[in-house]
């Protein structure tokens, strides 16, 4: 069974509060009824698809985040750190960029060297060779 910590407020149908952002609800199937009598389940659809658009928590020394792997631009190694490079900023962390392969869906991301992955939802133009 899954648990699933909500990202926003779950209302129903008339605009009440039903579930404020932050609780936690798991998937079961006696819930999922539940939330289907309430009119709620396209919200909790919502909820998982936005869940499932973000990586792995990414620990950088005292502090854990998410990061949505659509702002992704890439990744790059060097040694065991990885510098992740996102449309707000840049952020490094201690991994394999193995690792890091492994979580991510490849048919959005490309392994263009050893040292690179790439976001290929942000490439506009593949070269090959030189100029």
Request: net charge positive.
């Amino acid at each position: 069974m899954k648990t699933l910590i909500l990202d926003r407020d779950l209302v129903d149908k008339e605009g009440r509060l039903l579930l404020p952002k932050g609780s936690k609800i798991e998937l079961s199937e006696e819930n999922l009824l539940k939330f289907e009598q309430l009119g709620i389940v396209n919200q909790i659809k919502k909820v998982i698809n936005r869940a499932k658009d973000r990586i792995s928590p990414i620990k950088e020394n005292s502090s854990i985040k998410n990061v949505f792997i659509k702002s992704i631009l890439y990744f790059e190694s060097k040694d065991k750190k990885i510098r992740i490079v996102t449309v707000d900023g840049q952020d490094f962390f201690y991994d394999r960029l193995e690792n890091i392969m492994t979580k991510l869906n490849e048919l959005t991301f490309y392994q263009i060297h050893k040292s690179y992955f790439v976001n290929l939802s942000h490439v506009i133009i593949f070269k090959y060779g030189g100029a």
